[in-house]
C-alpha cells in the first residue's frame, strides 16, 4: 500500500524559503509517476502547485514558476519542494501526491489518486 | 488556464435522498485520446482530497457506486443516488487537459 508523508518546518518568516519533503512508502519513485503538491489555503479550494516526473522533468504553475523548485532523491524514495521568497499568502496546507499519467506528443495529463495527510505551513515574523 | 465552476457552492441533504453537483469548464476536455479528463474527489473534514470518479464517468476503485459521473461537452456532473453521513465534505471537480491543474471552487455537502 502506498503511502505518502510530508515534513518540514510548520512555520516560515515571510521572503525566506519553504522547503518540504514527501517521504514515500510502499512504491519506489524510480518505477514511475509523476510526484506532486498541492496547497489549501486555510478555508479555501486546492491549489496544484506542480509536479515531478521519476527522472526529474518538472512541470509548474505559471503563477508560481519563478519561486518554485520540485526535485526528486530516487535514493532516499523521496521528493521535496521549495518555495522562495515566501509570503502570507503562501499559508497553507501542503499535500503530496502520486499522480498517474498519460503522456503523449501533445504534452502530460495526469491527476492525483494517492495523497498524504498534509502538513500545515504558516508563514509569519 | 482552464476555469471550473461548480454549482452549488452548497447543499444539504436529507439521507437517503439523490444529490447532485455541477461543474462547467472554459474548454472542452475531451482529449483526441478519447480521454475526458475531468475528475471528482472529495474531501472530508481534516483529510485530505480523495478521488471519488475519473475520466469524467469512471467510478475509483473502492468507491461506493451510489456515486456517479456525467459528462456532456462543457458540462459534468457528479450524482450521488442515496447520501449518506459519511458523505459530508466538500466536492471538487479538477480538469488535466491542460497544465495546471485546475479545479472548481468546491461544493460542501451537509446532511439534514
Known amino acids: 500500500q502506498v503511502q505518502l508523508q510530508e515534513s518540514g518546518p510548520g512555520l516560515v518568516k515571510p521572503s525566506e524559503t519553504l522547503s518540504l519533503t514527501c517521504a514515500v512508502s510502499g512504491y519506489s519513485i524510480s518505477s514511475g509517476y509523476c510526484w506532486g503538491w498541492i496547497r489549501q489555503p486555510p478555508g479555501k479550494g486546492l491549489e496544484w502547485i506542480g509536479a515531478v516526473y521519476h527522472s526529474g522533468h518538472t512541470h509548474y504553475d505559471p503563477s508560481l514558476k519563478s519561486r518554485v523548485t520540485i526535485s526528486v532523491d530516487t535514493s532516499k524514495n523521496q521528493f521535496s519542494l521549495r518555495l522562495s521568497s515566501v509570503t502570507a499568502a503562501d499559508t497553507a496546507v501542503y499535500y503530496c501526491?502520486?499522480?498517474?499519467?498519460?503522456?503523449?506528443?501533445?504534452?502530460?495529463?495526469?491527476?492525483?489518486?494517492?495523497w498524504g495527510k498534509g502538513t500545515t505551513v504558516t508563514v509569519s515574523s | 488556464d482552464i476555469v471550473m465552476t461548480q454549482t452549488p457552492l452548497s447543499l444539504s441533504v436529507t439521507p437517503g435522498q439523490p444529490a447532485s453537483i455541477s461543474c462547467k469548464s472554459t474548454?472542452?476536455?475531451?482529449?483526441?485520446?478519447?480521454?475526458?479528463?475531468l475528475y471528482w474527489y472529495l474531501q472530508r473534514p481534516g483529510q485530505p482530497p480523495q478521488v471519488l470518479i475519473y475520466e469524467a464517468s469512471k467510478l475509483f476503485s473502492g468507491v461506493p457506486d451510489r456515486f456517479s459521473g456525467s459528462a456532456s461537452g462543457t458540462d459534468f456532473t457528479l450524482k450521488i443516488s442515496r447520501v449518506e453521513a459519511e458523505d459530508v465534505g466538500v466536492y471538487y471537480c479538477?480538469?488535466?487537459?491542460?497544465?495546471?491543474?485546475?479545479f472548481g471552487q468546491g461544493t460542501r455537502l451537509d446532511i439534514k
Open positions: 479538477m480538469q488535466s487537459i491542460q497544465l495546471p491543474l485546475t
Open positions: 501526491a502520486r499522480q498517474p499519467h498519460y503522456y503523449d506528443n501533445s504534452g502530460y495529463r495526469y491527476y492525483m489518486d494517492v
Open positions: 474548454q472542452s476536455l475531451l482529449h483526441s485520446d478519447g480521454r475526458t479528463y
